[in-house]
């Protein structure tokens, strides 16, 4: 068997490449199965069940024979310990660069977009296989959330181009991405340990080890009521990894702010610094919206 699957607890990406690309394979003649280990996160798992999606688990044991396609994935961080390069197939990720000499013998689609989601697109544009509503819908929600409601400095032209494609072709049901986030901004903060169980990452800089949760979807008020459980998560995340510098980063759509909460001296001196933003009461504000993945290229550049 072969199986198309993403890291444990997807996102939204992971999880609308897992459904699109078994839908464009399956078309192809292929003998696909798109899997999820460990659960979707709140966004993905509201998607999933506003359209009426369901996506089996993936396997606990696997067979000499089973080979593994990897969705929103460029390495084998946060997959199950029996995928590896020995039974992966195929990587579609959408990072600047792969680096990892193990990977050389897999079949790798990676380009600087800003969601896996639209590589995903670009094979339904480019054959004459025509999605389904739901699989285009739920691409359509991952570029969206990835591109920070497409106000992303990493949304780019082919994403632009994914997006008209699906938006020409297919209807968008009205409130669809409205309700989407709202419901995922008020699970966030319903229960705010989920959220960062599933997706708190860790980067080692330099040989410095950085721990750094993400809220995708928040308001001003959300993230100065939540200051003080949002920081007893990073302490309690910066215990786990060991981490020297720990922070949390938040963007508000509405606005196009950003926010950094942060408590450690240390961290705060180093973003102020790199960043140009300055903390009161463990929070700093950014006139701009605040990215995980924009701070950290910032600082790796930087540092």
Do not use: W
């Amino acid at each position: 068997m072969i199986y198309i699957t993403a890291k444990i607890n997807p996102d939204k990406d992971g999880v609308a490449c897992i459904k699109a690309y078994e839908e464009y394979l399956l078309a192809l003649g292929k003998k696909v199965k798109g899997v999820i280990f460990g659960k979707p996160q709140v966004e993905p798992e509201f998607v999933m069940k506003k359209l009426g999606v369901k996506i089996p688990n993936g396997p606990k044991k696997i067979n000499p024979d089973d080979k593994f396609i990897l969705v929103d994935a460029s390495s084998f961080m946060g997959m199950p310990e029996f995928i590896n390069a020995n039974n992966t197939i195929e990587m579609i990720d959408h990072r600047d660069q792969i680096d990892d000499v193990k990977l050389k013998n897999i079949k790798i689609q990676n380009e600087p977009v800003v969601a896996a989601a639209t590589l995903i697109a670009k094979k339904f544009i480019a054959s004459s296989i025509k999605m389904s509503h739901v699989s285009a819908l739920m691409l359509y929600e991952a570029i969206c959330s990835h591109s920070s409601n497409f106000k992303s400095p990493y949304y780019t032209l082919r994403d632009k181009k994914a997006v008209e494609f699906i938006k020409k072709n297919y209807q968008i049901p009205k409130n669809f991405i409205s309700s989407v986030f709202a419901f995922t901004q008020k699970q966030i903060f319903a229960n705010l340990n989920r959220h960062f169980n599933q997706d708190y990452k860790v980067f080692n800089l330099n040989n410095s080890i950085f721990s750094v949760g993400q809220i995708d979807i928040c308001s001003k008020e959300q993230i100065y009521e939540n200051k003080e459980k949002l920081l007893k998560i990073i302490h309690s995340q910066a215990k786990k990894y060991k981490s020297k510098y720990n922070f949390i980063i938040a963007t508000d759509f509405e606005s196009g702010q950003g926010f950094y909460i942060a408590d450690e001296l240390e961290t705060q001196k180093l973003l102020t610094k790199l960043l140009d933003i300055k903390f009161i009461d463990s929070i700093a504000t950014s006139k701009h919206l605040a990215l995980r993945k924009d701070t950290m290229s910032k600082i790796k550049n930087r540092i």
